[in-house]
T-cell receptor, first 115, second 111 residues
Framework: DSGVTQTPKHLITATGQRVTLRCSPRSGDLSVYWYQQSLDQGLQFLIQYYNGEERAKGNILERFSAQQFPDLHSELNLSSLELGDSALYFC??????????????FGPGTRLTVL | GDSVTQMEGPVTLSEEAFLTINCTYTATGYPSLFWYVQYPGEGLQLLLKATKADDKGSNKGFEATYRKETTSFHLEKGSVQVSDSAVYFCALNTNAGKSTFGDGTTLTVKP
């Protein structure tokens, strides 16, 4: 158990809909990362937040947005869903922002299926 | 931009065979390098890391050495077990906090 929790575990929805994925980082971790893992594109870094502020952005679509709240939990919002958005979405956390040596602790993931 | 290139899989080995999974990277500055492992149905977990050139990371019999001159961080294990069957990801972190992962290499170890 990494200490990172994600809800829900599974989510099934229809095209055009909007969903929210939630992540609670390990106690004491200030950084939260979001990743998308699909069969054809591997593990893609989406976005990172540090202590409530956006810190780094990866291959995140404009239809997706995220935020980190004062209690440090984070939410990833996916809107106007398409079939191709079906994937595993992972959240990870780490202690700090600065310093490249920080390992990330991954949650168990949310499996999103868009029908 | 930053990138990580891993040996393509899948890799199938017999128990007690020697394992090498190649990883090379491109990055500005001096990144830290990581190997993560993902067992079926689970999230990724750190296997080992190295934060500067010539560092060797090791864990559970796995090793990898940070080679700046060849920009490589190859994963090795002398004798694999069935329980090592998983997907292995090479990754780098930059000082800016951005993480880049390789595509993952699936390892299957047969008894």
């Amino acid at each position: 158990d990494s200490g990172v929790t994600q809800t829900p575990k599974h989510l099934i929805t229809a095209t055009g809909q909007r969903v929210t994925l939630r992540c609670s980082p390990r106690s004491g971790d200030l950084s939260v990362y979001w990743y998308q893992q699909s069969l054809d594109q591997g593990l893609q870094f989406l976005i990172q937040y540090y202590n409530g502020e956006e810190r780094a952005k990866g291959n995140i679509l404009e239809r997706f947005s995220a935020q980190q709240f004062p209690d440090l939990h984070s939410e990833l919002n996916l809107s106007s869903l398409e079939l191709g958005d079906s994937a595993l979405y992972f959240c990870a956390s780490s202690v700090e922002q600065v310093g490249s040596y920080n390992e990330q602790f991954f949650g168990p993931g949310t499996r999103l299926t868009v029908l | 931009g930053d990138s990580v290139t891993q040996m393509e899989g899948p890799v199938t080995l017999s128990e007690e065979a020697f394992l090498t999974i190649n990883c090379t990277y491109t990055a500005t500055g001096y990144p830290s390098l990581f190997w993560y492992v993902q067992y079926p149905g689970e999230g990724l977990q750190l296997l080992l890391k190295a934060t500067k050139a010539d560092d060797k990371g090791s864990n559970k019999g796995f090793e990898a050495t940070y080679r700046k001159e060849t920009t490589s961080f190859h994963l090795e294990k002398g004798s694999v077990q069935v329980s090592d069957s998983a997907v292995y990801f090479c990754a780098l972190n930059t000082n800016a906090g951005k993480s880049t992962f390789g595509d993952g290499t699936t390892l299957t170890v047969k008894p």
